[in-house]
C-alpha cells in the first residue's frame, strides 16, 4: 500500500528503511521525503515506523 503519495513511498519500504537502521519520523523525513509534500501521510507513516519498530 502507498503511505506518501505525493513521494510513492510503500508500507513495504518504510519498514525496508527500518530494516536498515531508520528509527525515527525525522529519519524517514530524511532519508525517503515522507511527508515533506503534503504532509497527509505523517500520521499513518508513524504507526507503520512503530509497528514495524515494536515488532524487532
Ligand atoms: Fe506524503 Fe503528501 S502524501 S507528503
Known amino acids: 500500500m502507498i503511505v506518501c ?24 523525513h530524511h532519508e525517503l521525503g515522507v511527508g515533506t509534500c503534503c504532509g497527509k501521510c505523517t500520521s499513518c507513516a508513524r504507526e507503520v515506523l512503530h509497528a514495524h519498530l515494536e515488532s524487532k
Not at 7 to 25: H, K, P
Open 5 to 28: 503519495v505525493c513521494n510513492n513511498i510503500s508500507d513495504r519500504e518504510i519498514r525496508q528503511a527500518v530494516d536498515l537502521g531508520l528509527s525515527s519520523m525525522s529519519e524517514l
